[in-house]
């Protein structure tokens, strides 16, 4: 069989941490100074794992939290996305499979340690949803586009 003409396959775990403000909900992004965008925290599937043990594992290493004690995320996906098409970053079509799942924090040593790193910025929904950049940084667009086709944050949010 050859291959040399399959699409490439994504297979991503995201992370949805909201903060609900009397202004509406916003939500944690991280700012990755290489790529000079905010990103969802998220991570690649390794094999035999599921999405979920995917956001569990990306969540505690990329917000140093320990996974028993300061979050908890979801048992179920809130949105689980799959499909074809040429997305933002890539220039062939791709294969991808995707799957957000809300992370809650626990304790206020978990809130401090977040608000004390200058690379986790909390984005509003409007901005996440319709803005190409906040407070002058470029949003993913790869990942600005899976929220928009899926629709697991709305702008009013």
Not at 47 to 57: A, I
Not at 76 to 97: K, Y
Not at 127 to 138: H, I, R, V, W, Y
Request: proline residues 3%.
């Amino acid at each position: 069989m050859n291959t040399e003409h399959e699409p490439q396959t994504i297979e991503l775990g995201l992370a949805l941490i909201r903060d609900r403000g009397e202004q509406g909900s916003r939500w944690l992004l991280q700012h990755k100074g290489c790529q000079n965008m905010l990103s969802l925290l998220c991570g690649s599937r390794l094999e035999g794992e599921s999405f979920r043990e995917t956001v569990t594992r990306e969540v505690a290493w990329q917000l140093d939290l320990e996974r028993q004690r300061e979050f908890l995320v979801a048992n179920m996906a809130q949105i689980d996305l799959e499909f074809e098409g040429v997305v933002p970053g890539q220039e062939s079509l791709t294969r991808l499979h995707v799957a957000f799942y809300t992370v809650d924090l626990y304790r206020r040593v978990a809130r401090e340690r977040i608000i004390a790193r200058q690379e986790l910025i909390w984005v509003p929904s409007a901005a996440l949803c319709e803005a190409s950049e906040f407070e002058g940084k470029l949003i993913n667009p790869f990942h600005q586009s899976l929220i928009q086709r899926s629709k697991v944050i709305e702008s009013w949010h």
